[in-house]
């Protein structure tokens, strides 16, 4: 598999109050579990299987992934802009590997 | 529980898997005849894992093509009409996919500091089916959507 890299799409400024989306990306192959190879053999599971978001270390959003979720998975999702502070995003593969990604952003 | 839905012409395909970095992958994808789908009583099981009492039909949007030509990747968005304050807020979203061998697709998890209990992802469907999102309050109480999508070029079956 390529290299895993994620990719987030974040406001880096906001307003007090205001709701703001963020969009995540990342390259995975999502490996279901319920293909199987030319030889007949079945390919073992291997997806992300949970995505957490935490704002300053305070979690405040995640997902539990299935292996319904296509792959290179994508997650956008909003937050309430009340301080600013460096937001944390960790993908968990099923191989134990964590990737993770670090914003930052200024509310004023 | 299970039905054994017969998966005939569709049962042996050869799909091509394009993977980000531009390399292209051929991978023979088998499913067996017979192959038992989720089906509704699954559904059904999960959702009254999540709730004593059934949800409430209504205040869950989702947002999803009608026909979705390419079962690899279907876009699904879902809206809850909940406030998001400290005291009443959306706590779980569960999505499900009652045609795919394993019904569920993912579970959201919110807080307050959502400030709106909305989210998009991608999904694979093994074929025409439909979705069901499932969201639970703090408080426990349930409320749920529900739409068809028809698919025409199912996903790898999962």
Redesign the interface.
Known sequence: ??KIRPRVKAPKKAAMGE?IEIKTLI?H?ME???????S?NPIPRRIINRFDVA?NGR??????????????????????A?ESGDLTFTWHDDDGSVYEETKSIEVA | MHDALETGGVSRRTLMISFGGGATVAAAMTLSPGLSLAGEAEVQAIIDQMAEAAPAEGGVDLDLPEIAENGNTVPVTFTVDAPMTADSYVKTVMVMADGNPQPEVARFHFTPESGTASASTRMRLAGTQGIIAVAQMNDGSTMMGRKLVKVTIGGCGG
């Open positions: 598999m390529a709701i390259n192959a279901s579990g319920q293909r199987k190879d030319s007949g704002l979690q405040v959003f995640s997902v539990d992934l299935f292996p319904s979720i296509s792959a290179n998975p994508y997650v956008a999702f909003f937050l309430k009340e």
